[in-house]
């Protein structure tokens, strides 16, 4: 199986104005605590690990030559950017409305700071590589899945649809400089395994912390139902096992998941209504 970045496609970032409403509804995502704080979950986690994202795809950003991954690299630190400031902006919300996501945060930044002293560029590049992984088959499934913000406070799923253009625009970014710096299919699945248990944990432990908080937390009709939304039988992830495992293969390259035509609606939707911010 091939697969390669479509030739001339452009990474740009765009600042829209969300303009988040204030206070945010506690849950925006439909009166559905579950919905709402496995979002928030995600939000939580992505100023320190877009940053980490950034840094490790810059740090081997001199020894690339082709011109079109280089602009493509430039492209994609500023989306990251992007996003990393309108999700504090998001977190300061959460914030607002009594969550401790300094404490959340704080493990995070203790991890991220473990694996930049210790794990080599190449293994901190396959980390990113897997994750963002992980955020593009979700963006994929958000953009083509009502049901993932059905009912949603419309900003709000306004700014999770602007994040998922963004994520499919640019998930092929780290893995090109991967390959062209290292290309070990064992490194980047190794990294794979360690990330999904990462990201999986961090982002229970944020829906956790934030149920608990509400006094939701031994609500079992919230677990049932937001169990039965993740992974019943039309749940929102259960589509993505396959893509997922994609990844393990050694001929893996995230454009064999050809969704262009879903890059292509959803820019109707942004560029064509929202100012768009130069790199
Ligand atoms: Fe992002
Ligand atoms: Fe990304």
Known sequence: ??????????IRPRRPEF?????????????D????????AMSVLFPDGERFFIDSVRHFRERIDDPLLKEQIRGFIGQEGHHSREHIDYNNQLRALGYDIDHLERALRRRLAFVR???SPQLQLAAT????????????????NPRWLEGADPTMARLWRWHALEETEHKAV????YQQVCGSPWLRRRAMLQSTIFFTKDTFLGLVHMLRRDGLLWNWRVWRDGLRWLWGRDGI???LVK???????????????DNLHLVEQYRREFDATAGTAGA
């Open 1 to 10: 199986m091939t697969g390669t970045t479509p030739k001339g496609l452009e």
């Open 19 to 31: 303009g988040l409403p204030q206070p945010m509804p506690r849950h925006w995502h439909g009166g």
């Open 33 to 40: 605590a579950f919905k709402s704080h496995f979002f928030d």
């Open 117 to 119: 002293k210790f794990l």
């Open 129 to 144: 590589t897997a994750v963002e992984h992980l955020t593009a088959i979700m963006a994929d499934a958000l953009l083509r």
């Open 174 to 177: 780290a893995f090109d400089v």
């Open 237 to 239: 992830l259960r589509p």
């Open 243 to 257: 893509a997922y495992l994609e990844f393990y293969r050694r001929d893996f390259h995230p454009w064999q998941h």
